[in-house]
Each structure stands twice: as structure tokens, then as C-alpha cells.
């Protein structure tokens, strides 16, 4: 029997018992990445036979599932199935999104030709160098880095770390932002969970650094290291009125807080054109895997 509850802030002991140590290599299994979506995504939970199930909503509307956490090869058909069943009586769009190539190969080898699987490409991460990142060394990165230089060379700045004295500023900032670029649809569900994870930052395990230029905010950026190897950006919000401000807090927050974690993930571009150009630009080392997953019919 599955019984769905909504996510809430005092179920982070419960998903820190799954989710650490973090060995994922997607955004999507951070508990911070899943408490600040919550609201948009309608993130709800279960527990079977002491597996964490995740259900939520994408933006196309489709609800679907994450992959079972806690789950072994042993009692991996049992729960797929089981899952299966409550996605054909509940009406989900897809049975699994969100799935790593690990855990779409454990589905092979117990189900092989009877599944469908299909890339999932909007959503694939970007995992660049955090070396590369800092140094924006090298002919590709050469543009990044003369936008770096013209901005500390043309602009009275300072960083500072988000505080508590901070979070009502940095909300401000971020309305402000997606007033000025038509705030509807993905930006407002952005907007709002940008709020929720701002209001919660004493419980969550992110660090964030805004940029003052003339004594104002004009950018903040917010991520969180989730293992030795791995730290995600989870918000990235800048005047682009600005020349090279983006080439700032790109480098300078990984200079700053994430110089000894090997691969930085940038998280998805969405399928949104200019996004894919600008994450691109940035000469990821790899784009990380995400797929769907469903029964074929028949």
C-alpha cells in the first residue's frame, strides 16, 4: 500500500538517512533541490518496505516517479511492480523520470525488452571543472574571461556571504529579476522556490554569496557540496545589464567556496534555446544522464 504524503521540512532526517552519503551524479536526488521544488512540483513521498518512493509533477504536468531509494536488485522487481500498478490505477504519465543510467541498467537486467526507455536530453545536467571554472583557462573560455576581467576592471563591487540579515534582500533581488524578464510560467515557479529555500536556509545545506556593484545586489548565486567529488548550483540570478557579471559569480563563488570538489553540476537547460547556448559555452566535461521509463504495452 502506497500512502503519498507531502514533503516537508521535517522530513530532511528522513531523506538524509537515503540520500547520504551522496552518490548520485543528477541535481535531482538533493534534498534541498527536492524541498525548494516542492510547492511547483507537488512533491509528495511514500515508504515501502523501507524504500523511500518519490512522486512528483514536471512541467509538461505529467506526474511520474523518481527512482525507489533503498532499493536492491533483490527487491527491485517487486517495487517496480508495484509502482506499475499504482501508475495504471492513478493515471501518472510516466512510471520513472529522472533516472540515472544506474539504475536504468539495474531495470534492464530484471525487466530487458519489456520496458521503454527513452533519453531525456532537456534534462540532462552539465558537470563542468570546477578547476576550469576558476581559472577559465584556455581558448575556449577566453571570451568568459575577458567578460571576468571588464567586470572587476569596470565596476565598484564586494561579495559577501548570505546571512540571515540578507535573505529579505536577496527575495527582493530575485523578484526584481523575474519582473524584469516577464515573470510567468518557469520563472514564477522559480521565483517561489527561490522564496521557500531563502526562508529555510538555517535547516538546508546550501551556501550562498551575493554581489553588491555600487552598493547594491546586483547578483546572487546559491549551491550546496553534496559529496567529495560533486557540489550543484541550484540558483544563479544576475543584472545582465551588467557586462560580465555573469563571468564574475560563475568563477567567484567556486573560487570561494568549492575549490576542493572536482565537478561543479550546472543542473538542466530545460529545452530552452538560449540556456543550452550559455551552458554550452561553458565547455561542460560531461552531460549527465536522465531518462523516462515505462512498461511496454502488450
Not at 44 to 53: G, P, R, S, T, V
Request: net charge negative; with cysteine; proline share 2%.
Amino acid at each position: 500500500m502506497l500512502n503519498f504524503q507531502p514533503l516537508r521540512l521535517e522530513d530532511k532526517p528522513l531523506f538524509d538517512k537515503y540520500l547520504k552519503p551522496y552518490k548520485f551524479k543528477t541535481c535531482e536526488y538533493s534534498f534541498t533541490s527536492l524541498f525548494m521544488w516542492r510547492k511547483a512540483l507537488d512533491i509528495h513521498y511514500a515508504i515501502f518496505k523501507d524504500m523511500l518512493i518519490i512522486r512528483k509533477l514536471d512541467f509538461q504536468g505529467n506526474y511520474h516517479m523518481m527512482e525507489p531509494l533503498g532499493y536492491t536488485k533483490e527487491n527491485l522487481k517487486e517495487v517496480v511492480e508495484a509502482l506499475e500498478e499504482y501508475k495504471e490505477k492513478e493515471g501518472l504519465g510516466y512510471l520513472f523520470k529522472d533516472a540515472e543510467e544506474s539504475f536504468v541498467q539495474d531495470l534492464k537486467e530484471t525487466f530487458g525488452d519489456k520496458l521503454i526507455v527513452e533519453e531525456d536530453r532537456d534534462n540532462f545536467d552539465y558537470i563542468y571543472s570546477s578547476e576550469k571554472l576558476i581559472s577559465l583557462s584556455g581558448k575556449k573560455l577566453h571570451s568568459k574571461k575577458n567578460h571576468y576581467n571588464n567586470f572587476i576592471k569596470n565596476n565598484t563591487y564586494r561579495i559577501e556571504p548570505i546571512t540571515d540579515e540578507l535573505v529579505c534582500e536577496c527575495i527582493k533581488a530575485a523578484r526584481e529579476w523575474c519582473r524584469k524578464n516577464d515573470c510567468k510560467g518557469y520563472l514564477l515557479y522559480e521565483l517561489r522556490a527561490i522564496e521557500e529555500m531563502l526562508k529555510s536556509s538555517h535547516y538546508l545545506d546550501f551556501k550562498g554569496m551575493v554581489v553588491y556593484v555600487n552598493e547594491k545586489i546586483a547578483a546572487f548565486t546559491i549551491g550546496e557540496k553534496v559529496s567529495e567529488d560533486l557540489a550543484i548550483i541550484h540558483v544563479e540570478k544576475a543584472d545582465s545589464n551588467i557586462n560580465g557579471l555573469y563571468a564574475f559569480i560563475n568563477k567567484t563563488f567556486v573560487e570561494n567556496y568549492f575549490s576542493e570538489v572536482p565537478f561543479i553540476n550546472r543542473e538542466q537547460d530545460l529545452g530552452i534555446e538560449g540556456l543550452r547556448k550559455a551552458k554550452l559555452t561553458y565547455q561542460p566535461v560531461r552531460l549527465e544522464s536522465k531518462y523516462i521509463v515505462n512498461f511496454s504495452k502488450g
